[in-house]
């Protein structure tokens, strides 16, 4: 099976990490290693579940850098040390220069907590709880310069029941994502994702 070198990228709790460290301890991830975890934030608990892992972390707080793009040179080498080949954004809260971007078009990934391109930005889960919708869900899809915006490789729906609150919606929300994330990165590792014309194809 062919190895696919994985950085994920996070920047608080880590939870997506520890579902993909999980899979990749279990099943596995069809020949994808997560080797490296990159935080913009050391006090991030991600950080903490990627060291218990055995996991190396590059963590590069933004302080010191002018733009977007110094910063992501930074770690753009760091990338290239490792020999990564794809990048899963796992709740990494900063945005991406468009050359970083561009430098790996087609191997960025990121989750979001939405039915895209509904309730896109940072908020996507409290944003669909007060706007009253009965239907969320979760969205993987590849990462182009629009910010949340790329190719859809994997959505599901999440219903919003009378009962819910904000964090039993979240709850149910997370439960989604740590199955859908591990599930995506499987996909690409076994060469599986086809984007064609700006949309997603599984090849079976
Ligand atoms: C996840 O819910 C993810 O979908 C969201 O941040 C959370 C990170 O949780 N990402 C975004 O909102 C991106 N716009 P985690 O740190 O426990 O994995």
Not at 24 to 39: D, Q
Not at 132 to 137: E, M
Request: aromatic share 6%; proline share 3%.
């Amino acid at each position: 099976m062919k190895t696919t070198n994985i950085a994920v990228f996070v920047s608080g709790n880590g939870s997506n990490l520890q579902a993909l460290i999980d899979c990749e301890a279990g099943k596995g991830l069809s020949g994808g290693r997560i080797e490296l975890v990159v935080s913009d934030n050391p006090g991030a608990f991600a950080v903490k579940r990627a060291e218990k892992a055995g996991i190396p972390v590059f963590v590069l707080e933004k302080k010191g850098y002018a733009t977007r793009e110094a910063y992501d040179k930074v770690i753009s080498g760091r990338l290239k040390e490792a020999g990564i080949g794809l990048v899963v954004l796992a709740g990494f809260m900063r945005i991406l220069s468009g050359w970083f971007v561009r430098s790996l078009e087609g191997r960025i990934m990121n989750i979001h907590p939405s039915l895209l391109p509904s309730f896109k930005g940072a908020c996507g889960i409290r944003d669909a709880f007060v706007s009253g919708t009965s239907v969320t869900g979760v969205t993987v899809h590849f990462v182009t310069e629009e910010l949340d915006s790329g190719p859809v490789i994997l959505q599901e729906e999440v219903s919003i029941e009378k009962g819910d609150t904000l964090e039993t919606l979240e709850e149910k929300i997370h439960k989604v994502e740590h199955r859908l994330y591990p599930e995506a990165v499987r996909l690409f590792c076994e060469g599986r994702i086809v984007v064609e014309e700006n949309k997603v194809r599984i090849r079976d």
